[in-house]
């Protein structure tokens, strides 16, 4: 789209969210003035958005988000100080992406500082990031502060090895092993570190994204997905 | 004369036995009647639902939720479309908040009424739970009323519902909620003030309140430890911050805080609340309003991640989805939490006798549709 169509639709919206509406019905393109169209209908739910959300009831939950967006970064620094150069990469304000060296330690700190006191944790799963990566995302909750992180620790498919936090939270003992289970992502020191829900013998980590169906298990055929079905 | 010493076995409990639940394995190490440690084996009931989840598009994930927990179809869609909701950053209607909020209580109530039925069956007590599965069946009636299935309903979908209510769903679900208050007493009266029952639940299989939290139980087995945490207070989804109720917990009037009887009781109170918060529903429920209105064309969440949480009867039921901007999900995992729950089981029920271990089991309320998925 050339500048000054843009220019056109952004001048003609402008004018309809005052109220005159005959400032979109007179372009004269008929792809220009369905664009301009869209774009108003964008603009007014961002208006309405804007509007509604002081006034409703979660306006309580409003300042905990903004709280929630620094706190992933506050923790962070506290990490950093405490243990130098444990984070990987930048920061974000999402998420902790740690290295795994010193994840035990660190663990150890959440799960202990009387600040932070990260007592529970609520989801440990795998993610294939893709280009010869896998991640292990933890999902911690402080159940004094009421306070929630996610931690994201990076390792290479060639040689994927995290510490184990099974001996911190005892949760993580059967979450790690399901990741295990589907990713292959090897909890050094954990105590007891099998397969859960696949049987034993079972090839491959089946959430990889790199992962082939098997044609047979125990002489048994695996029927293949049907083409076409999604 | 010294002192006798038995020897150890190894003992199978299950797959096929019908106080396990579903279909799984407990290896119990005996040492005469006592047993010293639990190891279960899970995985025979695995339709690797997260496997499937990667290959349809994200409206066709919801029947596979329904599939998870059987037990609360309802809730599980709506931890779902929750998920999905704060991932597209879609608000509904009032309508459909409150639609949602009545039909996952009433599927609240359903499962608990079978969760305790059953755990009197494993006790010996057979006729309090045909009491509830005959109330239960009520429950089913209104929710084939609305959506023609009894067991796995694809219910609530993405930013709206699959139907509107049926004309006189309202009246049905009052005149059933009076016909089923009394009841509740009469439940709390069949089997909590039994001799028998109490005997076999009170004092046995304590969990500590901090023990339940490092092993991740949730839930009414997670209250009845004495801990007051509930999604539905402490973590408002949908409209629920908008009604009153109450939060019980365990406090050990049997026997010690967290015993099995305490996971009972909570459940039968949590009953007569979900009651009160269904009837706060109906009124604040508007009478007009298209259920489809908000359902997007076409579902492209935008690149990014979420962990939602919300409330299933068995405890904090998760999602983490992650969306690389497709209609198909990258990455979705469910964190059920029956897995969590079973997770302790070793833990509070070694050292005691065989017969307290199935007693223990059964007041965790296990499904095992969802531990597996």
Known sequence: ??????????????????????????????????????????????????????????????????????????????????????????????????????????ANYLKSDEGLLFDSLQCNTGVDIGEEFLESRYNLHSMKHLNSIEIRIKVSIENPEIPSVEKIWRVADWFERETYDMFGIVFSSHSDLRRILLPEDWEGWPLRKDYEVQETYHGIVIPKVKEGWE | MGVVHGQEMVLNIGPQHP???????????TDGEVISEITPYLGYLHRCFEKHCENVTYEQVIPFTDRCDYLASMSMNFGYVVAMERLMDIKVDDRVEFIRII???????????????????????????????????????????????????????????????????????LEFLDYFEPKVDEFENLLGNNKIFVERSADIGVMPAEVAINYGVTGPNLRASGVNWDLRKDDPYSAYSRLDFEVPVGNGIKGTVGDSWDRFYVRIQEIRQSVKIIRQAIDLLPKEGDVHKAMPKKIRPPKGSIYSRTESPRGDLGYYIESDGTSIPYRLKMRSPAFTALGVLNEIASGWLMSDVLAILGSLDIVLGEIDR
């Open chain 1, 1 to 106: 789209m050339s500048e000054d169509k843009e220019k056109l639709i952004s001048e003609a919206v402008e004018k309809a969210l005052k109220g005159d509406k005959e400032a979109i019905n007179s372009i004269e393109d008929r792809v220009t003035r369905a664009k301009a169209k869209a774009a108003l209908v964008k603009a007014q739910r961002n208006q309405t958005m804007v509007i509604e959300e002081p006034t409703d009831t979660n306006s309580e939950e409003t300042p905990n988000k903004n709280q929630k967006l620094n706190l992933s970064q506050e923790i962070a620094q506290k990490i950093e100080k405490k243990f130098p150069k444990s984070i990987d990469g930048e920061q974000n304000e999402k998420w902790i992406q740690l290295k795994p060296e010193n994840w035990f330690e660190i």
């Open chain 2, 19 to 29: 106080a396990t639940h579903g279909v799984l394995r407990l290896q119990v190490k």
């Open chain 2, 103 to 173: 039909m996952a209580e009433l599927q609240r109530i359903g499962s608990h009424l079978l969760a305790v039925g059953v755990f009197g069956l494993d006790l010996g007590a057979f006729t309090p739970f045909l009491h509830m599965l005959r109330d239960r069946e009520r429950i089913l009636d209104l929710f084939e009323m609305t959506c023609g299935a009894r067991l796995l309903y694809n219910y609530m979908w993405v930013g709206g519902l699959s139907h509107d209510l049926p004309t006189g769903f309202i009246e049905s679900t």
